[in-house]
């Protein structure tokens, strides 16, 4: 996969999270274990993406 695709659905999936994070946290009584998974995986994606711009390896 070319690595501007690569970003572009990184990208994508990331913002998936956003909006999930956001209908979770605006719940009567929000999941927190699940709030903190979906945070933590955004996190990671966020950090791929940021190591692909940069160029730098695994």
């Known amino acids: 996969m070319p690595m501007n695709a690569r970003i572009a659905s990184l990208e994508q999936r990331h913002a998936a999270l956003e909006r999930r994070i956001?209908?979770?946290d605006n719940r009567p009584r929000p999941n927190h274990?699940?709030?903190s998974?979906?945070?933590l995986e955004k996190l990671r994606l966020k950090e791929e993406m940021q190591r692909l711009r940069s160029g730098k390896p695994h």
Do not use: A
């Open 37 to 39: 998974r979906l945070k």
């Open 33 to 35: 274990m699940e709030l």
């Open 22 to 24: 956001v209908d979770e």
